[in-house]
C-alpha cells in the first residue's frame, strides 16, 4: 500500500540559508500534518491544513511557512535557517478531520551547520 | 509534550510480557494512540483506542485505557528483540486535528 512520501529524505543545509521539504500523503488523503522532532525529543505539532486551507497551527516558528497545494501535496518551506532548525521534519496525512488515524513519513532529517 | 507523560526506559527479556504505562491530561482527548519508532524511522502508528472502550486487543497488544485516571498503558505480549524502539503514547490535541505526543518510552529488549 501506497504511504507517506517525504523528500528529500536528507538535507544538509548552512546557518541563514533556506530549505524546501515536500510531502506526498496517501492517495485520497486530504490532510497533512508537519511535525519537528528534535534529537531525543518527542515529535512537535507545526502546522495542519485540510483541502489545501490551514487548519491547525502550533509552534510553527514565523521563519517558517507551508502551503498544501491542489494534488493536496504539501511543502514546509524554512528561511534563515539556525543551527536549533536541525532536527527530523516528519508529515503525516489523514482521511479527513478529525481522523483516528494519521500515517506518517519516514521524515526528513534536515541537519543545519 | 508537557500534558502526556511516560516512563523514559524499560528492558525486559525476550519472550517476557513489557508494559508501557502513559497518562495524559485533556479529557476531552477522543482518541488515545500508540506509535513505535525505530532508529532512524518515522512513526508507526500500533493502534489506537476510542475513548469510550475500556480495553482493546490486537494479536500481541493490549491497549487499556483508565479514563477516570486518565491511564493508557500498552502491553506487548511475548515481547521479541525486534520490538526494541521507543514507543510514543499520544492523544488529539483540543482541536482534535493534532496529535500531543509524549515523551517517548525506550524499550530495550535483551536475549
Known amino acids: 500500500a501506497a504511504g507517506v512520501i517525504q523528500s528529500p529524505r536528507h538535507l544538509i543545509k548552512e546557518k541563514r540559508e533556506t530549505a524546501t521539504l515536500k510531502c506526498y500523503p496517501i492517495?485520497?488523503?486530504?490532510?497533512v500534518y508537519w511535525y519537528q522532532q528534535g534529537p531525543g525529543q518527542d515529535p512537535q505539532f507545526l502546522i495542519s491544513?485540510?483541502?489545501?486551507?490551514?487548519?491547525d497551527k502550533g509552534s510553527i516558528p514565523d521563519r517558517f511557512s507551508a502551503q498544501q497545494f491542489s494534488d493536496y501535496h504539501s511543502e514546509l518551506n524554512m528561511s534563515s535557517l539556525e543551527l536549533g532548525d536541525s532536527a527530523l521534519y516528519f508529515c503525516?496525512?489523514?482521511?479527513?478531520?478529525?481522523?483516528?488515524?494519521?500515517?506518517f513519513g519516514s521524515g526528513t532529517q534536515l541537519s543545519v551547520l | 509534550g508537557e500534558d502526556v507523560e511516560q516512563s523514559l526506559f524499560l528492558s525486559v527479556r525476550e519472550g517476557d510480557s513489557s508494559v508501557i504505562n502513559c497518562t495524559y491530561t485533556d479529557s476531552s482527548s477522543t482518541y488515545l494512540y500508540w506509535y513505535k519508532q525505530e532508529p532512524g524511522a518515522g512513526l508507526q502508528l500500533l493502534t489506537y483506542?476510542?475513548?469510550?472502550?475500556d480495553m482493546k486487543q490486537d494479536q500481541r497488544l493490549t491497549v487499556l485505557l483508565n479514563k477516570k485516571d486518565k491511564h493508557l498503558s500498552l502491553r506487548i505480549a511475548d515481547t521479541q528483540t525486534g520490538d526494541s524502539a521507543i514507543y510514543f503514547c499520544?492523544?488529539?490535541?483540543?482541536?482534535?486535528?493534532?496529535?500531543?505526543f509524549g515523551k517517548g518510552t525506550s524499550l530495550l529488549v535483551t536475549p
Open positions: 483506542i476510542f475513548s469510550n472502550m
Open positions: 499520544a492523544e488529539n490535541s483540543n482541536s482534535g486535528y493534532a496529535l500531543n
Open positions: 503525516a496525512s489523514s482521511l479527513g478531520r478529525p481522523n483516528e488515524k494519521l500515517f
Open positions: 491544513f485540510y483541502e489545501k486551507m490551514q487548519s
Open positions: 492517495p485520497r488523503h486530504d490532510t
